[in-house]
């Protein structure tokens, strides 16, 4: 499945490139008039539009984004975008299976683990896993990390969670886990569709079992704990390693990482560009690992849809949290 993400980002980012319209600042500057103030200044260069956003599938109904920034320049913002798409900030990762979320801050000292990444950490396999099996038992949400975290633990797999240094839950992915299941319920056809843009296609048996799924956990009372900072000291207390990021989101778009065995490095990119330039980083080369390993019934159909679950959860927490400006940039 997911080597034909890969082609396919290939593919559109190539097919992209060609019909790129950005605006030759060269030839702007040396036909302008040296000294004398310009009397109609050339419009400020706009963020790229070579790369998807979530507003394309009208997705994106949070706040994170480039459109909501003012202390960014644009260039430079773009310049970054196709630095990460050439694969210029990746980082050799051990871990085979999402370990930390893809927020795009980093600890105190500006760093972050060096692990793969999905909206949450190992909750993102926990919820994907939730959503892709399909299996209704009566479980909440607590109980089920604490499975899902020995059963990785039994593969040899590290976790990990996270929270910050000013929120009582401070995981948007876990904090706003009972909106992202309703959005994925109601929004399930703009998410696959984005979803199938990047390569990955989502049946319709697929999304009818996932959706039944989603609208199964929010009716059955008590699934969601009322405390969602209980749900990170949960998957802590199972030996999930845990992060406190801090400061507030800045991220200008989604590194979405294809390369197996590799991260985006998030201080590279602050050091580069300055300590305001942030994206959310997804390792989606991990998604099948996590899928196979916590497949109950190693039935294959299951692993599939388990993986595309993880998928869909990753699109829907973006959608919740990020801004329709948000880009989306693949490295393939
Ligand atoms: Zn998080």
């Known amino acids: 499945m997911f080597e034909s993400l890969k082609n396919l980002l290939k593919h ?49 109904l949070g706040s994170i984004g480039p459109d909501n920034r003012n202390d960014v320049d644009p260039k430079t913002v773009n310049e970054m975008y196709q630095a990460i798409a050439a694969g210029l900030f990746n980082i050799p990762v051990s871990g085979k299976v999402p370990e930390i979320c893809v927020d795009g801050r980093t600890n105190k000292d ?6 793969p990444c999905a909206a949450g950490g190992t909750l993102s396999i926990v919820y994907g896993g939730d959503l892709g099996s399909g299996a209704a038992v009566d479980v909440n949400e607590i109980q089920l990390t604490a499975q899902i975290i020995n059963t990785l633990k039994e593969k040899g797999h590290s976790t990990g969670v996270h929270g910050d240094d000013h929120s009582s839950c401070g995981c948007g992915a876990c904090a706003k886990a009972p909106t992202i299941y309703q959005h994925i319920s109601e929004r399930i056809n703009d998410i696959a569709s984005l979803v199938s843009q990047l390569g990955i296609n989502v049946t319709d048996s697929e999304k009818e079992s996932i959706v039944q799924q989603a609208n199964n956990r929010l009716s059955q009372a008590g699934f969601f704990a009322e405390d969602r900072a209980s749900v990170v000291q949960a998957a802590q207390d199972s030996g999930a390693l845990y992060e406190e990021l801090v400061g507030k989101h800045n991220e200008l778009g989604i590194a979405l990482n294809t390369k197996p065995g590799t991260t985006v490095d998030r201080s590279a990119i602050r050091a580069k560009y300055g300590p305001q330039y ?27 849809r388990i993986a595309k679950a993880i998928t869909l959860q990753n699109v829907a927490t973006a959608s919740i949290l990020g801004h329709g400006s948000l880009r989306i940039v693949p490295i393939a």
């Open 12 to 60: 559109f980012t190539g097919s992209k490139e060609a019909t790129s319209a950005e605006p030759d600042t060269s030839t702007q500057a040396s036909t302008a008039p040296t000294p004398a103030p310009a009397p109609a200044p050339a419009p400020s260069e706009s963020f790229s539009d070579q790369y998807i956003t979530l507003a394309k599938f009208n997705l994106g």
């Open 110 to 115: 500006g760093s972050r683990f060096s692990a």
């Open 278 to 304: 942030d994206v959310f980083v997804v390792d989606a080369w991990a998604f099948g690992n996590a899928a196979k390993d916590i497949n109950a019934s190693g039935n294959e159909a299951d692993e599939q």
